[in-house]
């Protein structure tokens, strides 16, 4: 199924457009009112015109060719007007409304018509249950929801079963001053589902790393085989760990299944899972924008010994290992800072000191290092090495994650400093900790992966 027209269309008609500010279908129109392209509004009782173009009474009624159709109709209308869709010549159909197979026979008899019309005229549907996708740099914002034109553009792809989830890990984006390269809505999936949806998003010229919410699915397989082709680096959030079973199934028609074998399935074929949308966004973040990992080891970095030990402890317990350092390394830290405090795994100076960038870049060009985490708590006589960390990054192929915290007006200018290295910087010890496990975890899998490599080669 092509869906380059759900997602990069030229033209959209909007079935159950409104002239009233608090529908469904006039939110939507006014989402769509940056898209460079025509947007029909499409109403049998509207009259007048709605953001500069008149009210058509029916696709059927446009005489220019539409590519997409965005449904804000009643469930009971919506079969009839997927097949008047597909009748025209439409080859992509978006479905907000709810009450298909979540909600029992009746909704499930509404969702086979939908998949037969699919299947038979070739429709990319998006939904049924869905609140839509928004492509920012594209203008595209096929969204109800209010205030979601002010997410920015960037290069992570949210694909969220849940339309709520998807919006939720939207507006926590904008929240952190992160854009998105696109953000998916799936609901019901009656024919656009996770295969479909990361095969574009791999393809995508914009998008760096991909992120899954996953209730359940029917097409496992499918999904991890599109998981384990894609370039682009992917992470996955499953939820269902404890019994949510009979709520998910209400909500998208999904079954949950068993956890640890969705876990075990995205291991298997490369895909590291995390437990919140926080290490979801911050994990897509750093692999989006920086070195990806090699393998699981950690070097840690810390001028204050307490939050060092909640590092490191949380790190291992994330998957993430703290190797020994060399002998030469440690060497250099003891000329650098004679007496050191612990010059081991973690390194703790004792305290920020104008070296302490020398510190970290040392750590970081340890071979035994994959990822380097420094925590830090800001002082306004040293501030943080941005100018080192410039260097640093420019030498050394590795993820570095910084994490610190004091008076934002203190933080800010040097934390926006070290963002635009592509070094991430968290403001809590367990946020970096847990960053810091995914991607020892992502390191982990490519390194197995890679070593599979070699000895088929090698066979």
Known sequence: MD?????????????GA??????????????LSRFDGRV??????????LFGEPFVESIAAI????????????????????????????????IYAGGFAESGAEGERRQERIAETAAEHDVAVLGPNTSGFVIPGDGLLGSFASGIDELGAG????????????????????????????MVGLGNRVAVGFPEAIRYFDAHADTEAIVLHVEGTDRGRELLEACRAAETPVLAYKVGESDVGDFAESHTG????????YVAGFEQYGVPTVSSTTELLDGATALAGGPVPDGPNVGVVTAQAGPGIIVADRIQRAGGRLPSLSDETEATLEELLPGITYADNPV???????????????????DAVDVVLVYELYEASIGLPVDRMEALVEAVDKPVLFATDGPDADVADDAAALESLGVP?????????????VLARYGALRARDAADAEVVARE
């Open 63 to 94: 005489d220019d060719p539409v590519d997409l159709a965005i449904l804000a109709v009643p469930a009971g209308a919506v079969p009839d007007v997927v097949a008047e869709c597909a009748a025209a010549g439409v080859s992509a159909v978006v």
């Open 3 to 15: 869906v380059g027209t759900l997602f990069h269309p030229r033209s959209i008609a909007v079935v």
């Open 18 to 31: 409104s002239s009233s500010p608090e529908k469904i279908g006039h939110e939507v129109m006014a989402n």
């Open 254 to 261: 999904a079954l949950t299944g068993d956890h640890d074998l």
């Open 425 to 437: 910087v968290l403001r809590t010890p367990e946020r970096a900790a847990d960053l810091a496990g």
């Open 40 to 49: 029909y509004p499409v109403n049998p009782s509207a009259d007048g015109e």
């Open 155 to 182: 290069d992570v792809a949210v694909i969220a079963q849940s339309g709520g989830v998807a919006h939720a890990l939207a507006f926590q984006a904008l929240r952190e001053g992160r854009g998105l390269s696109a």
């Open 348 to 366: 703790d100076t004792g305290r920020p000191m104008p070296a302490f960038g020398d510190v970290v870049a040392t750590v970081a060009r340890d």
